[in-house]
């Protein structure tokens, strides 16, 4: 098995960390590789935050339905696409899910927390201060965890198929 499909493999949402900080090294390299992220036309419509301000994590948190536990993470990373751009959320995911094997790779847990067409994207974005021309798609919640869960996947012959889809008629 080659690294990049380890990570993917070992990689679970965590939603409970411990204290511990993450340096500021792996926060730049996270953005680094959120930068490089594929994009449509090579627009990179994106622009990328990491909150580490446990005030403003605390805000953030308050402001999401699903995403309480952003006040407990050691930083909180923040996606926004530019509106106008055709392929910003494409773009976005991307780039988001760049920085989530970027992390794993450090052993940080994350959990995804969707900000695309939410009541809190706008206000989120503004409290970060983010320009008008920018939407959230998505918050990151990053530290090291303190415990990870391994949920069951459906098995591959269930999700997958070759050519075309065949029924099954048994």
């Not at 990570?7 to 960390?17: G, P």
């Not at 411990?18 to 340096?23: E, F, G, I, L, Y």
């Amino acid at each position: 098995m080659n690294l990049g499909a380890t990570l993917i493999k070992s990689r679970r949402s965590v939603r409970s960390f411990t204290h511990a900080p993450v340096d500021n090294e792996i926060i730049h390299e996270t953005l680094e590789c959120a930068r490089l992220a594929p994009t449509a036309m090579n627009l990179q419509p994106w622009l990328f935050g990491a909150v580490t301000d446990k005030a403003l994590m605390k805000q953030i948190s308050d402001m999401t339905d699903h995403g309480r536990f952003i006040e407990g993470a050691a930083v909180c990373f923040a996606v926004f696409g530019e509106k106008e751009a055709k392929y910003y959320l494409e773009d976005c995911c991307a780039a988001t899910e760049n920085m989530i094997i970027c992390l794993q790779g450090y052993g940080l847990g994350t959990c995804w927390v969707a900000g695309d067409k939410k009541d809190y994207a706008e206000p989120v974005r503004k409290l970060l201060n983010v320009p008008e021309k920018y939407t959230l798609v998505s918050l990151i919640a990053c530290g090291f965890p303190k415990e990870i869960s391994m949920p069951k996947k459906k098995h591959l012959d269930v999700v997958s198929f070759t050519d075309t889809w065949k029924e099954e008629t048994s």
